[in-house]
């Protein structure tokens, strides 16, 4: 049976993995190959990096950290932050990265999803959407959730999984960095809206919460940062609860 | 020893090559057939669509090469499914080593392409040495071989198929070894002592 994913997330910034809160008050939290290991061997089923600076001159040096944790590493991850063309995806899947991530530039040329799929395969790209609950809606965020825009979380999946987005990584900012528990309603309802998995984000604060968004969620995956950087859950025990709640999960 | 790693038109060779490097063993890859017939192992690795990686080991007549290898094959995902009879995808007639047909997943609730860990089970041969029955291995496709005389691993999503194939001297896995933590790795260590 296909196990649930769990998905630490490791914020990279001039090369060293940092963390802050809904989107501030960044803090170093460690070297990413270091944090990279550790985790591999701690049972992560996957990896995300999101390089949260990344601008074209910084495009290089992600480029090489990526091929130092593909050396390094025996599990899948994914590349994210600032990923804008066709060049820069190339860039990152030779140098080393299982899949990438992009999220604004998707939103401002939606074309840009299928020219990936077309070119790369829909199992590598991964459609990142920050969305935000207002005025009784989901509303979809870019550049790192400082704009907002006019379009819905929902609506918006549907569209790039027509494209060719062969993942949905789905973080809500209301819940991001508050540890209360991910946003079950939005994860579930674009989980059942497209064939495609769905990875939730944002919010982990306890072993429940990620028992939670996979069954009433029904998220496919969960990802989270703070908590295991800091060692509030360990990846290993957080499996054998879940195992122990009936969840699928590779221990 | 020499191991080489098969060059096409398709992604993962960059990591098929680091997890080698893992287990201390440093690959050639090429796409020159006289390194390619002379090496000790062949691993045929592959990410990407069926047709047109299919089109491009015809012109450069690497399919003849395959066929024709005697030293024992690992093919992986894409390269396993290019061992089989035909593929779904794209129409494809493929190189025919295994006699499976690939088909598409198309179950309508399920989700697709499958991407994860899932489980491995009625291992049969030494490629399996010292993996348990319902091991996780990590998968990443949209296609997948059907159950038949060359089915060497089995693995369940929605029904059961073939996660992993042998002939003579040709094996197949549908799964990324690459990828699969420490199971993946006593796999191509497996692979490298046959």
């Keep these: ?50 390089d949260i600076t990344a601008t074209n001159e910084k495009r290089r040096t992600l480029a090489e950290l990526v091929t130092k944790i593909a050396k390094q590493i025996n599990i899948p991850f994914t590349v994210g932050g600032g990923i804008n063309s066709i060049e820069d995806v190339t860039t990152l899947l030779n140098a080393g990265a299982d899949k990438i991530s992009i999220n604004s530039a998707a939103i401002k040329d939606p074309e840009l999803i299928k020219k990936l799929a077309d070119q790369f395969g829909s199992q590598c790209i991964v459609l990142a959407i920050d969305t935000k609950f207002e005025n009784n809606d989901w509303w979809v965020y870019l550049n790192g959730g400082r704009v907002k825009t006019e379009l819905l979380a929902l609506n918006w999946s549907k569209q790039a999984v027509k494209l060719g987005a062969g993942e949905i990584l789905l973080t809500s900012m209301n819940n991001d960095g508050t540890k209360s528990g991910f946003a079950i309603d939005i994860t579930k309802q674009i989980s059942e809206a497209v064939n495609v998995p769905v990875i939730a984000s944002g919010g982990a604060g306890k072993m429940e919460h990620f028992k939670e968004v996979f069954t009433a969620g029904k998220a496919d995956a969960a990802l989270a940062a703070s908590v295991f950087h800091f060692d509030e859950i360990k990846i290993l025990e957080l499996k054998k609860y879940l195992s122990s709640k009936s969840i699928p999960i590779r221990l | 020893m020499t191991i080489v790693i098969l060059k096409y038109n398709a992604g993962n060779i960059r990591s098929v090559s680091f997890a080698l490097e893992r287990i201390g063993i440093e690959p050639i890859i090429t796409d020159d057939p006289d390194q390619i017939i002379s090496a000790d192992k062949v691993i045929f690795p592959g990410v990407g669509e069926a047709s047109s990686a299919m089109n491009y080991l015809r012109e450069k007549k690497l399919n003849e090469v395959i066929r024709q290898l005697k030293q024992p094959v690992l093919g992986i995902c894409l390269g396993m499914q290019l061992m089989c009879s035909s593929s779904e995808e794209g129409n494809t007639t493929c190189l025919g080593i295994f006699d499976q047909k690939i088909k598409l997943f198309n179950k309508p609730q399920l989700k697709v392409p499958q991407i994860g860990w899932n489980t491995i089970f009625d291992l049969k041969t030494d490629l399996f040495k010292g993996i348990k029955e319902q091991e996780y291995q990590y998968f990443v496709h949209s296609y997948y071989a059907e159950l038949g005389e060359n089915t060497i691993a089995k693995t369940n999503y929605e029904l059961d198929y073939s996660s992993a194939l042998h002939k003579n001297n040709f094996y197949g896995v549908q799964f990324h070894p690459e990828k699969s933590s420490t199971a993946g790795q006593t796999l191509l260590e497996n692979f490298i002592k046959l």
């Design chain 1, 1 to 50: 049976m296909l196990a649930k994913r769990i998905i630490p997330c490791l914020d990279i910034k001039d090369g060293r993995t940092v963390k802050g809160i809904n989107f501030e008050n960044i803090r170093d939290a460690g070297d990413p190959v270091e944090l990279a290991i550790r985790y591999a061997q701690e049972g992560a089923d996957e990896l995300v990096f999101l």
